[in-house]
């Protein structure tokens, strides 16, 4: 046997010992190699994202002074608008903050809001997983929110050091309640994701028969809401609107219906993690016991 | 080195050709034999060995449908399906985690040196896993978002520390694994409403939604622990109308599937377990209430459990069925009779009904003491069931229950009367405190008497003795062949399809007369049973729905009235056997004006409506209970006087000389046709103006 078959054996002989421990060894070497592989990666898809905002900021750059001009009047206008805004908010948190001091009325928050650059989308699901520039470091954690403004875009899945992967609301392993815009007696759906490769939808079930959308406009859905019972999700986040008229179902104890989501999850770059500030108990569960899970 | 291979490749020893060619021929041989064997099996035995292979590999698990509705008559739901959140453990998927704990406890035994039996061992593995799983999901339901350390918010957010199933249920374990191994175990059954005894202050909807919503969100979704739901059934007015709805209970016995394909006929099936009517409309109408079931086709792995699904065929629900019932009217009909108390305040048992009188469709039909369906819908307690028992609430004492009707049975002795010529409508008999039968004298319930009495003034006072003497003149034929014709020896409830609720109306009726006595061994029929048949006492035995029919048929100058509890908007209003009353117009207008006055100053006087004038005919009947003499308080009667749209008959079984049927039964009535006056909709046109109604 010359040097190169016994070099071949070898790295047979290795590969076959390598494969044998990710089948026999103990859970915490998978999660061990899994999270090593992933914090390997996290600076290249890093510096992937920051690059991508740097081939932004150039081709911005060389855009004619005409169009930088009307870029800045847009832009303008829009601060402008969003100047108002902010003295708006200003008034109402400080007119909240003395009716608080008034009626000696101090909850903590809730939530801590973590921004977030989507970094890259699971190419095994593009639908279904993105990732996002914030990781354990910046105090993410596994079930927090993610939103959009107010809309619902998905919820931690899994965390990293300095990267975190998302759910998306069309994902399968995406679930939460939701109530119905003009179901007054507020009854509680279930909304889960269904997209496997197709366009993003997610369905909600369990809905009453005698539920029916409101009556609108052509084009105004209506909204599918969070409860905020579950512990999760804060109460009245936009989930997404109902598409089409609810069916229903064949045995006829239930409507369901296609739902689409309120945000275009295509054009995702930044997002909100609504990060709780005390643990939830499934966290714990799941943080304790992650690999029963997989 | 060439003649040295062909030296290697030459035989050691020569081989005989006659040797080579029988093994060759032997080998030849057993290979035609194999390939014949396989060419049978595969051409001839293909068909029956792919049966045996799929009822190997294969089997059928039936899916429950859902069942039909039941409504009142204006739309109100009376029984619907509520969804069942269950928490569920998949056990195959447990296996990894079972057999690890299995041979820590092997380990464990071996080390102390104790007995080691496999399959007590096992069965601790299973409930050592099974119940770490339900801690955590308890975990994740009971407990709430809060800053550790901070006060807890238990009470803010409902009782649902006092959930049961916190424990795997061992006996529920074994029998799973013994009878549906294949289907995932229950870990906790209804997660809405986890206390099925009541007994413990009940969840809100809002912290079984919380419950479910927790799960939802917290709980990983592709463990194995799920969150299943079916449909259970659920009565939203909890105990109303719980005798005439009744309830459902767990069968295996599932309705067989519309569409079964030809080739899973034979598989095994594996039945969920379904819902069958136990009692009231939910027996009686099971067939159209309980649908088609759905089925799915499933491969199963070797060691019997599901492995993937191949077809599935869902079920078809069950049709709905719309009662005459009016919820409104219903529920002041049995609030009303739990408000009538013995002195030392237990509610009396009672019942009420309300009839429209054109159609004899049942508007409220109540009896008390009941139950609450809700609690017999899911596992039903022993303890429960005892204490529905002991309190007497299986009877449904509107149709069941046999009294004597008392003075309200004077209405129909005064009708034989008439009929009969033996009493003149207008006709005055003197009716001191008693009248004397051979030896006897029996009493008037009012000890002064009541001296000059006509007919009108009878009914309105309801005096005894000139029953006593109408009776008597009349005889009892002719008395007991008028209870006859109004239906009081008829089974109720009853028509060409069956029977509207499980037993008919009335099993037991008794209309007294000298055969029936020789028959029971009594003796002759004496002046003195006479006597007290005029008055409803004595063998006289009928139910409150029958004494509501002889009130709705007076009010139609016919009689008989055919009752029933499903509505119909089209029904026609002819009573099947029902004939004119047979009275002339000044009779039957007097014997009206008797039950008016009645209400107007006679007996009932006490439950007069103003704007509403009714007529009545209050009765008090004596009855044994238990060993020892009581009362029953009877108010039958007919609602408005004029143009009458709907009959009543309360009942109250009372325990002492202070029941009256005025007194106790007739607020009762008095709430119904309250009610009754305040609906919202109208019931169907009232009766034309009623024979008679000219001469008065």
Redesign the interface.
Known sequence: MNRDQQGAKASYVLLTLVFLLWCFGPSVVRRFTREAFTEFQAPALELAGKGRDLVRYWELRSRSSEELAEAGRDLGRINAGLELKLLEMKNLAEENARLRTLLSYGP?P?YRTVVARVVSRDSAGWWQRITIRKGRTDGVRP?SPVVFGTRVVGRVAQVHLTTSEVDLITSP?F???AHLEGDEQRR?V?LSGTATGSRGTALVT?VPTDYSPPAGPVGDEAKVLT?G?????PAGLLLGYISGHPRT??????KEADIAPARDLHSLQEVAVLV????????Q??ES?VD??? | MREADERDIRPSTPVSRPRVLVTFWVIVAALAYVLAGLAYRQLVQSGELKVQSDSQSRRVVLIPPARGLIHDRNGEVLAENRVRWSVKADLPELQKEIRAAYLRELRAARAAKSAVNADDLMEKARVEILQGWLDKVWSVIDTPVRKPGSPSLRRKEGPLSLHKERKVNVEELRKHLRERRALPFTLIADLTFPDPTGKDAAPSPEDGNRSIARFIEQFPSDGPIRLESDIVRSYPNGATASHVLGYVKDTDSLPEPTVLDQEVLALQKLRHAGKTGAAGVELAFDDSLRGSSGWELWSKTSAGYNQSLIKRVDPLQGGHVSLSIDLGIQKTAEASLAKVRAPDGSPLPGAAIMIEIRTGEILAIASQPGFDPNLLAGRVTSAYYDEIDSRGGWLNRATQGLYPPGSTFKVINAVAALRKGTVRWDEVLDCGPSFRVGNRDFPEHDPQGYGPVDLEVMLAVSCNVWNYQVGLRTGVDAIAAEARRFGLDSQLLVNSAGTELPYPAGRGLVVPDGAYKSRIGAGPWSPGDTANLSIGQGYLLTTPLHMACVAASVARGETRTVPTIIHDPRRDGKHAGAEPIGLRPDQLAALRTGMERCVEEGTARSVQIPGIPYAAKTGTSEYFKDGNKAHLGWFIGYAPSTNPVVAFCVLIEGEDDGTWGGKTAGPVARDMLLKWAKRPTGLEAPVQALPGEAAR
Do not use: A, M, S
């Open positions: 903590d809730e079930f392993g679930r939460c309640t509680v279930l369990n409860t019972i579950g512990g999760v999700f179902t064949p045995k006829g104890d239930f709780p500030v005390y643990p939830t108990p499934g966290e569960l799941t016991r029963d899970f997989r």
